[in-house]
Structures are given as C-alpha cells and as structure tokens.
C-alpha cells in the first residue's frame, strides 16, 4: 500500500469511528471516487484494533466497574451498574443478528455512492433534528430495557454504510431524552463489543488471505488508535459547547456532494 494511502485510511478510520460521520462511508469513498487500491483485509483488522484499543483505554474505568458490577450481579448483586452492564450486552444483539443475517447483501448490494449519499443524508437530517429536539433530561444509569431494544436496533441499521453507528445511536438516545454526554458515552461504550465482534470476524477470514504487510499493518493500527483517542477526547470535551450541528451541516455537504458524483457517474 502507497504509504500517503496508508496514513490516510488509518486517519480516516480513528476520526471517523466515533464522529456521527461514518467511518464506513469514509472508507469506501477513497475506493470509489479516487480509484485507491483495496487497503487488504490484514489493515481493515489493524485499524479496527486501534480503534478498540483507544475507546477501552478511554473508558477503562467505566468498563472495569461495568464488568465487576456485572459480575456480582450474577450472583444476586443488582446495581445501576450491572443493570447499564445488561443493556449494553442486549442492545448489541441486533446488530449481530443482523450482521449475520444480512451480510452478504450489505457488502455486495449496499455499498454504492448512491445508497451512502442517501444515508448520510437521510441520517444527518434525523441526527439534525434529535439534537434540536433534545430534552436532555435523563443520565445513562437512567436507562431501560427499553431503551436498550430501541438503541439496539437503530444500531443494527448503521450496518448499512453511511448511516454512522455512533451517529444513529447518539440521534436514539437523544431522542430518547438522553442528555447530550450520556448519549455519546452509552454510544461509545456500546461500540466495545461491535468493534470487537467485527474485528473477530475478519481475523478469521485472514486465515485464507494472503500474506500481509505487517509493517503496514502495525502502523495503520498505531495512527487508527492515536487518532481515534484524541477524536474521543476532543468530541466529549466539545459536546456540550457545538452540539451536532457541526457534524449535521457536515453530513449535509457531503450527501450532496456524493449525489453530484453519482449524477455525473451515472451521465
């Protein structure tokens, strides 16, 4: 991989794995619009463990007392803590089931500009319209079953490229009258064991791959993590002072910019 290319792509993805961009959409488009070569399944799994990496060194705090809460919890111990412990274990279910179901149709079918042009779009606007609708009257340890389902299930539809996984998830819990950080943070947190998940999977495709670039590989993974720490620092410390209009006029641009390349593709 062309080196330029390489610390491209790995920017692309700790940037954009946590912003309400779409990291997918970001790392498709370099494909489409410039003609990049694919980056190879080995640097997919690099970049994602960087990312997995920088939100669990981010959050370790939270998911060692998420865990041991969990845990006692098991053994009768209930707690506002194992109860958040619970509902990010099933708001991850959807989107596995989904994964699993609908995968080949979302890599082969769903992949296109025109579709992440309208998702972008489509999202953005719903993203747009949550945050200047907010309440923002209830904290994460305030959230329930229900809650769980709901934001489970808008995070399964991120599978199709442009949505923004954390993008949907943060426009469920503000519509749900999350506040504004407790949102962003269950949306993080939750992005642990789908990171993981997918990470997983394509480890194990990388059996049949051909050999990789390690050298590429470790790098890729060394700026994805750097980046997508500071991207989680920077995006929490500035939440409650730009909201999601920022990243909503983003979305907007961007759509609007892909529908032009695919009208002019499609002439």
């Not at 194992?82 to 080949?104: E, K």
């Amino acid at each position: 991989m062309d080196f330029l290319h390489l610390v491209i792509l790995a920017l692309l993805q700790g940037l954009t794995e946590f912003l309400p961009i779409s990291s997918s959409a970001h790392l498709i488009l370099p494909s489409q619009l410039l003609g990049w070569a694919d980056q190879g399944l080995a640097f997919d799994v690099g970049v994602h463990v960087g990312t997995l990496l920088a939100v669990m060194v981010y959050f370790r705090t939270d998911l060692v007392q998420l865990l041991v809460a969990w845990c006692r919890g098991l053994t009768g111990q209930s707690s506002a803590e194992s109860r958040l412990a619970w509902w990010i274990i099933i708001a991850t279910l959807p989107a596995v089931l989904a994964g699993v179901t609908f995968n080949h149709l979302i890599e082969t079918e769903l992949r296109s500009i025109l579709v992440i042009a309208a998702t972008t779009l489509i999202f953005g606007a719903l993203l747009g319209v949550a945050d200047w609708c907010r309440t923002e009257r209830r904290a994460m340890e305030q959230l329930t079953l229900k809650d769980a389902c709901i934001i489970g299930l808008a995070q399964a539809v991120a599978l199709i490229p442009g949505t923004s996984r954390s993008g949907i998830t943060i426009t469920a819990g503000l519509l749900l009258g999350l506040k504004r950080q407790a949102a962003a943070r269950f949306s993080f947190l939750l992005s642990v064991p789908v990171i993981l998940g997918a990470g997983l999977l394509k480890t194990l495709d990388l059996v049949q791959a051909p050999e990789p670039q390690w050298s590429a590989v470790l790098m890729g993974t060394v700026i994805a993590g750097l980046s997508a720490y500071a991207c989680i620092h920077l995006f929490l410390s500035w939440l409650d002072r730009i909201g999601m209009q920022p990243f909503v006029i983003y979305r907007m641009v961007l759509g609007m910019v892909l529908l032009v390349v695919w009208m002019g593709m499609a002439a």
